[in-house]
């Protein structure tokens, strides 16, 4: 679905009363929800303002993540939160690691929202992870990994262990600290690895 009609129907704005905003005909507005014809570049600072909605998504095809982020700016214009504190989270990128300061709302709505776009940005790299597996024969291990999830992502150990993996293997930098119980048992479990040569 094309930006502007997925935005209008959020709105629940009509093609004729955008028409009627914009000074155009309402075919024009069809035309280019139907990706007959691109929106104009003069009406594109106009539509942002109008909706407080970043230019590039009214002509570009949604994915589920741009759908999410457009609710959230919805969700932002009509609620009106307030940043109540921010809360560190660790994030991988291709470049550099580096923390960042994610907002914490005052209204729920808000922080659900958030958390959404997280879940779906982790779907995401999931999904490119599972791509690259076609080319190797670590099928088997995405499966467990899968079944873990599914049966025992709340269980302290598979936390811990996963969290000591990613520091042994160098996912996680040294400079993230770990509370002291997390410490001792990366120390073992680094003694082990270290000692059957992994």
Request: overall charge negative.
């Amino acid at each position: 679905m094309i930006g502007l009609e997925y935005i209008l129907n959020m709105y629940q704005m009509q093609h004729i009363d955008l028409a009627d905003k914009l000074g155009i005909k309402k075919q024009n507005i069809n035309m280019w929800i139907k990706g007959k014809q691109n929106i104009p570049k003069k009406y594109l600072p106009v539509l942002e303002e109008m909706f407080e909605i970043t230019a590039a998504y009214f002509s570009k095809e949604l994915t589920d993540l741009d759908k999410l982020e457009i609710q959230k700016e919805k969700l932002k214009r009509d609620l009106k939160p307030v940043v109540e504190n921010h809360r560190l989270q660790f994030v991988l990128d291709k470049e550099a690691d580096y923390l960042v300061a994610v907002p914490v709302y005052n209204q729920e709505e808000m922080n659900t929202m958030e958390r959404s776009i997280e879940k779906a940005k982790l779907i995401e790299r999931f999904k490119a992870a599972i791509e690259i597996v076609d080319e190797n024969t670590y099928m088997d291990t995405i499966a467990l990994i899968v079944e873990l999830l599914e049966k025992k992502q709340h269980e302290a150990i598979l936390q811990k262990t996963i969290k000591a993996l990613g520091r042994y293997l160098e996912v996680r930098p040294d400079w993230i600290n770990s509370d002291p119980d997390q410490e001792e048992f990366e120390s073992a479990i680094f003694e082990v690895l270290d000692d059957h040569n992994y």
